[in-house]
Structure formats: C-alpha cells, structure tokens
C-alpha cells in the first residue's frame, strides 16, 4: 500500500470541528445540543441577498472571471471606503471564503521553509494554510491574565530570522476577541518597514468592534501600503458563511500577479455566490446597527455569566464574537469530548472548541474552551446552565 504525504500526516485537525463525530453521535441519542464552537451566527441573512437569489435572470450560470465578478469588486471598493480604506478596484481579488485567501496570500508570498510571526492563540487554520505552502507559523504566545494583549514589540523582533517573511495578524481577534490598538499597530508597522516584511492583516470582524477606538486597519498605518495583505469575508458581516465569498487585498503588484496564477488554476470564485454577496453590500444601516447591538447583548450576558460560574474566567472581548474562557478542569480537550460523550443535563449539553488547537505551544491552553456567542439570549442561558452544571459533575475537575 502506498504511503500519504508527510503533509498530510503534519496538517492538524480542525479544533472547532473534530469533535463533530461526536455531536452528531449525541444528536443521535436525542440530545439538544448548544453549538458554541463554531462561528455560525443565527442572525438571518439580509433579505437583499435572498432578493437576488431568487431573482438571478441569467439563461446559463457560467464561470466568472478568476479575479471575480468586476461589479461584486466595484461595490468592495466603495464598502472598503466606508471604513477610509482606499483602495483600486483592482487590487482586490475575489477568492473562495476568507480560508481561500489565507491560502493562496500564503502560497503567492512563502516559499518552503519560509516563516511568519503570529500571535499566539490564533485561529487554527493559519496553521493548516501555512503547511500546506511548506511554511512555518512561529507565535508569540499571548496571555488570557492580561486580556490577550499584545505581546511586547521585542518579543516579535526576537523571532525575526533570515526566513522570516511576514507578521499575521486577526483584528478584530478569533479566538480572543481582543482589539489592537493604534500604539501596537505601529510598534508592527514599524517592525515591517524595519525587516521588509509582509503584513498579512485577517480583518473580517471589522463591524464588530465594542470599545469607543476607532477600528485600525493595516491599510490605515502610512509607509507599508504596499506590503500589506488584507484578508476579508463577508461570511460573518452579512451571516452568510455558507455562500464562500471573501477577498484577498494588496498593493504589491508581484504579489497580485503571484496570487491571479492560483486563482486561474483554480478557475473562478463561486457565481451564485459572488450575486449574493454583491447584493449583500445594500443591506440597510438598520440591518447592520441591529446586528450589531444583538452581539453587544450577547457578548455581556455571556461574559456576565461565565465570570459568576465557580473556577471560570473569560476576559471582555473587544470585538469579534468569540471569546477564550478558563475553566477550572484538568484538560479542556478531555472536558469537551466528555460533555458530548458521557454528560447530559435535562436533555442537552455544550459543543465547545478546545482551545489548545489555537495554540502551537505545548501545554497552553490546556485548562481553555473558545465560546462562540452566536446564539440568541435565552440559548446562551440555557447553554450556560448545562455547562454549569456539567462542571460541578466532571470527573475531572480542578478544586479551588
């Protein structure tokens, strides 16, 4: 029998989705469970969105072109201005999802062997991209006891090495929900010009910012315009993860011939797709502001509450909708199969995402679970009363 790739065998499993097997098997037993592993909202979609869908009049649903449909690419331009990122149109690439333009930024700037410097917990998949383009993800591990600050500017400097090609960061953040500030983007500002280095800024949770800062794109720091790398979605700004539409954004015009040969091999982002998210860019400040304020809501009853629960501790995140919670178990790997496996609580149980698949050192996040509050109110309530209660049951508790 032939033996797999070496690749294969080093990409990790998704932390937010290889417990699934044993939700669908605890689904099965006829328990409900509260999903707060995973970033799919319940808000609805816009109804723009469903408005285009059901009215598509073309006779033939063909390819689009590989950089994507010019209109949807016109129409981020003017949303990207809303935000004073000024962009040309054709600096923006159209790609499949946000995961589509991790990679293929990836795979247009790194050669194998390459590095690039990220801020550790971070979303799992960078990991999974940087590996299937040879690359490798070197972190500054960052801390839940100081809210998931950035990490002093000298530690970054420290890991920079002749195979050092660029810094990554997610802001708003998945997993922590922390917001940098204007100070810590110019400390990597600063860092970039200093080492030539890429900046490869994940910026989809931009409309969800809770603090009165304004928001601070990597676009907005003068003097690196062209080494930036921008990475958007709107799966999570218009709660339409399944259409897969993102975009890839820069002003390096190697790096966008590099990126357009992946993209041609790969054909052309998803049509149907690509309708819906262009239509999706007139939804109505009343849409948008009500979403907004719904995970306002949501974000302080779900802090509130953890913080009240014996041995739990969550930061308040700043933006996004996750945050990294403290549980007062010995693994929070062995915590999370056991509530799909073994625990119920008046007929349901928690499906949460161990936090050590966010991280690259061993040993942390050891005792932290990533909470997605993407539940309405009064599911948030309930879930948090059978993890409540699954705590004071769990063999493996840690004692006060």
């Not at 946000?98 to 247009?108: D, H, I, K, P, T």
């Not at 996004?320 to 149980?349: I, K, Q, S």
Request: aromatic content about 10%; some cysteine; proline content about 8%.
């Amino acid at each position: 029998m032939p033996n797999v790739s070496k690749r294969g065998c080093e990409m990790p499993a998704s932390p937010i989705r290889r417990l699934v097997p044993l939700a669908d098997k605890a689904v099965a037993r006829g328990l409900k469970l509260y999903r707060l592993n995973i970033g799919q909202p319940d808000v609805p979609t816009p109804p723009e969105a469903f408005e285009a869908l059901k009215n598509i009049d073309r006779k033939v649903l063909e390819y689009s072109p590989s950089a994507g449909l010019l209109s949807l690419r016109q129409k981020l331009r003017q949303y990207y201005k809303r935000f004073n990122i000024d962009v040309d149109t054709d600096d923006i690439i159209v790609t499949c999802g946000g995961s589509e333009a991790v990679l293929f930024a990836f795979m247009a700037c790194l050669d194998p062997g390459d590095e690039i410097i990220v801020p550790e917990p971070a979303y799992a998949n960078y990991m999974a991209f940087a590996i299937s383009a040879g690359a490798k993800i070197v972190t500054v591990p960052s801390s839940i006891d100081n809210g998931f600050e950035l990490p002093p500017v000298e530690e970054f400097e420290k890991l920079i090495t002749p195979r050092t090609k660029g810094i990554l960061i997610c802001n708003p953040n998945n997993p922590t929900g922390y917001l940098y500030t204007m100070k810590e983007m110019l400390q990597i500002r600063d860092l970039v010009l200093k080492y030539d280095l890429f900046l490869f800024s994940d910026e989809v949770y931009r409309e969800f910012c809770y603090t009165g800062a304004p928001y601070i794109s990597a676009f907005h720091l003068p003097g690196i315009e062209d080494k930036v790398v921008l990475i958007d979605s709107v799966s999570k700004r218009y709660n339409e993860c399944g259409i897969r539409i993102g975009a890839l954004i820069t002003k390096h015009k190697e790096l966008k011939a590099n990126v357009m040969k992946f993209c041609q091999a790969r054909l052309s982002p998803p049509l149907i797709g690509q309708i819906v998210a262009e239509a999706s860019i007139d939804a109505s400040p009343e849409y948008m502001l009500a979403t907004y304020n719904e995970y306002v809501e949501r974000r302080k009853f779900l802090v509130d509450r953890i913080n009240k629960i014996p041995g739990c501790y969550t930061p308040i995140p700043m933006g996004a909708f996750y945050t990294v919670v403290r549980l007062p178990v010995d693994d929070a790997d062995r915590f999370c199969r056991w509530c799909l496996e073994e625990f119920e609580y008046e007929g349901a149980t928690v499906f949460m995402a161990p936090a050590s698949g966010f991280y690259t050192t061993p040993g942390r996040g050891i005792d932290e679970v990533r909470m997605a509050y993407v539940l309405e109110k009064s599911e948030l309530d309930h879930a948090l009363t059978v993890l409540e209660e699954a705590l004071k049951a769990y063999p493996g508790r840690k004692m006060a």
